[in-house]
């Protein structure tokens, strides 16, 4: 069975830093695209972030260029999200996810097969 549990989520002020953390089992994570999405109240699920397989290659959406980093340790079956200088559109809730797409869909949340069930970040305004 697959399970990508998130955790890290959590209250912090503007311009604060979380990192959250996505624990991946039941597949090999060297063989698949790791991305985060997230949904705020009332608004779709969005690309956040993504790690091409095995790791090479590094996908952003603007709004969170130079302040978000996404890693992986294919090894550990980690996936990880450092997330800087926080804004109160920053909030929503999190989804790790994971695909074996061609990387031409690798922003499009449905060309993810395996999700996790999502963390709150909340930055308050």
């Known amino acids: 069975q697959v399970q990508l549990p998130e955790s890290g989520g959590g209250l912090v002020q503007a311009g604060g830093s979380l990192k959250l953390f996505c624990a991946v089992s039941?597949?090999?994570?060297?063989?698949?695209?790791a991305g985060w999405f997230r949904q705020a109240p009332g608004k779709e699920r969005e690309f956040v972030v993504a790690?091409?397989?095995?790791?090479?290659?590094?996908f952003y959406t603007d709004a969170v260029k130079g302040r978000f980093t996404i890693s992986r340790d294919n090894n550990k079956k980690m996936v990880y999200l450092q997330m800087n200088s926080l804004k109160p559109e920053d909030s929503a809730v999190y989804y790790c996810?994971?695909?074996?797409?061609?990387?031409?869909?690798?922003?499009?949340?449905?060309?993810?097969?395996?999700w996790g069930q999502g963390t709150q970040v909340t930055v308050p305004s």
């Open positions: 790690s091409s397989r095995p790791g090479g290659c590094f």
């Open positions: 996810a994971a695909s074996t797409v061609t990387l031409s869909g690798i922003r499009r949340a449905d060309m993810y097969r395996y």
């Open positions: 039941g597949l090999t994570l060297i063989n698949y695209h």
